[in-house]
């Protein structure tokens, strides 16, 4: 099953802006995380946030997390070219799996 | 360099036949995964081994048997291959708590003609 329904699909932005993508999911969780995947490649792990936490912070990355609306969300601050790429959030469900949301595109204009 | 690595990166093949794809992490953890992603990039979970125990075994034709030879080995081998089997195929290792980040190989894009 799909857990995750992101919003927006598609997200075009000029380098230097700032990008936020959000996610929502429907069952109850551990924690959430997000993932980056380049054209091509394979996944890379962003950034994880427990379901006791409301907001966390890794470089130019916050992402919140509201357990009450079983919604997050990802920014991306200063954003930069090399920060194309698709962006996927997943809820680890109790029981251990990781489930995957539809993932949105980004594209930023140099 | 420590990594998930898979091999073979690229696989074409004709339908009926019978593949394996092969997964190998070397960063001491002690599950892990199958994923596919299909041609609308969604990626569903199929399989999750820790310490060589099967332990998520999603809805997935029987056509497909995960083996795991030891944890850091896990292996993806499908029987009569069909062209809806056409997608790319990501192991993926992890500490098997639950609070840790996933760490995913390159995948296999299989292709089948």
């Known amino acids: 099953s799909q857990q995750g329904e992101e919003d927006p699909q598609a997200l075009s932005i000029q380098e230097g802006e700032n990008a936020t993508m959000n996610c929502s999911y429907k069952t109850s969780i551990n924690n959430l995380q997000w993932y980056r995947q380049n054209s091509g490649r394979g996944l890379v792990h962003l950034i994880l946030i427990r379901s006791n936490e409301r907001e966390k912070h890794s470089g130019r990355l916050r992402v919140t997390l509201d357990t009450s609306k079983k919604s997050s969300s990802l920014l991306i601050t200063a954003s930069r070219a090399a920060d194309t790429a698709s962006y996927f959030c997943a809820a680890m469900e109790y029981g251990n799996k990781l489930v995957f949301g539809a993932g949105t595109i980004l594209r930023v204009k140099s | 360099d420590t990594a998930v690595s898979q091999t073979p990166k690229y696989l074409v093949t004709q339908m009926g036949n019978d593949k394996s794809i092969k997964c190998e992490q070397n960063?001491?953890?002690?599950?892990m995964y199958w994923y596919k992603q299909d041609s609308k990039k969604f990626l569903k979970i199929m399989f999750s081994?820790?310490?060589?125990?099967?332990?998520i075994n999603e809805t997935v034709p029987n056509r497909f048997s995960p083996k795991s030879p030891d944890k850091a080995h896990l292996n993806l081998h499908i029987n009569s291959l069909e062209l809806g089997d056409s997608a790319v195929y990501f192991c993926?290792?992890?500490?098997?708590?639950?609070?840790?980040?996933?760490?995913f190989g390159s995948g296999t894009r299989l292709t089948v003609v």
């Open positions: 960063l001491g953890h002690d599950t």
């Open positions: 993926a290792s992890s500490h098997g708590t639950g609070f840790y980040g996933y760490t």
């Open positions: 081994y820790n310490n060589k125990e099967l332990i």
